[in-house]
């Protein structure tokens, strides 16, 4: 049972555009929503995450848009480039009981090419 | 780069056979958590260590089994390997810090490549 379904698959976007990711989640009781970063042969590195209170979380280039009613959310790289070709996941995860870590619900990726 | 590494980084095992793979976590992390990830997808979550225990699992079979050190390295097991075995698996370490409730940062190794023939 896919719970976060992410789109588009791939996305091509020339240098200087908005690079822009979905994800739509079931769980209503997920509570944190991480964007991670993998380029080839490395593992996911976190990007920016977001919790439900709040609707928008920018950090430089990358902005969270939280939409809690849709359970929705996105990522938006601002100016992307060259060096933000890799693929992105979003996930999600619920409030994990005391002693224990977030246990992350991945949705698919999305494959983004920044041509020059 | 995160401070945690996993070895082998390739294997290749034929179906019926068991594989253990390794993960060295982050300094000072006491969490540790399994993923696969299959090609062309996104990881799934396999199962959660902290402070040596198994405190959480996805949907993955009895096979697959797990151990975490007190020097917080943790292996992962899978018993009579399937051709769908075939995938990266990715370790994350980070700090759990109870009563806090702030959201665990996860931080992932390189992963291991396994083809199952």
């Known amino acids: 049972q896919q719970q976060v379904k992410q789109s588009p698959q791939s996305l091509i976007v020339q240098k200087g555009g908005i690079s822009i990711i979905n994800c739509a989640y079931e769980?209503?009781?997920?509570?944190?929503f991480p964007w991670y970063q993998q380029f080839p042969g490395k593992g996911p590195a976190l990007l920016i995450a977001?919790?439900?209170?709040?609707s928008e979380k920018k950090e430089g280039r990358f902005t969270i848009s939280f939409n809690k009613s849709a359970k929705q959310f996105s990522l938006h790289i601002m100016d992307s480039q060259p060096g933000d070709s890799a693929t992105y996941f979003c996930a999600a995860s619920v409030m994990p009981p005391e002693g224990a870590g977030n246990m992350l619900t991945f949705g698919g990726g999305t494959r983004l090419m920044v041509k020059p | 780069e995160t401070g945690v590494t996993q070895s082998p980084t390739h294997l290749i095992k034929t179906r019926g056979q068991q594989v253990t793979l390794r993960c060295s976590s982050q300094s000072g992390h006491n969490t540790v958590s399994w993923y696969q990830q299959a090609l062309g997808q996104g990881p799934q979550f396999i199962f959660q260590?902290?402070?040596?225990?198994?405190?959480g699992r996805g949907n993955f079979p009895p096979r697959f089994s797990g151990l975490q050190f007190p020097n917080y390295s943790s292996e992962l097991n899978v018993n009579a390997l399937e051709l769908d075995d075939s995938a990266l698996y990715l370790c994350?370490?980070?700090?759990?810090?109870?009563?806090?409730?702030?959201?665990?940062?996860?931080?992932f190794g390189p992963g291991t490549r396994l083809t199952v023939l």
């Open positions: 769980n209503t009781a997920f509570d944190y």
């Open positions: 994350a370490s980070s700090l759990v810090s109870p009563p806090s409730t702030v959201a665990d940062t996860q931080y």
């Open positions: 977001i919790r439900p209170d709040v």
């Open positions: 260590y902290y402070r040596e225990e198994e405190n």
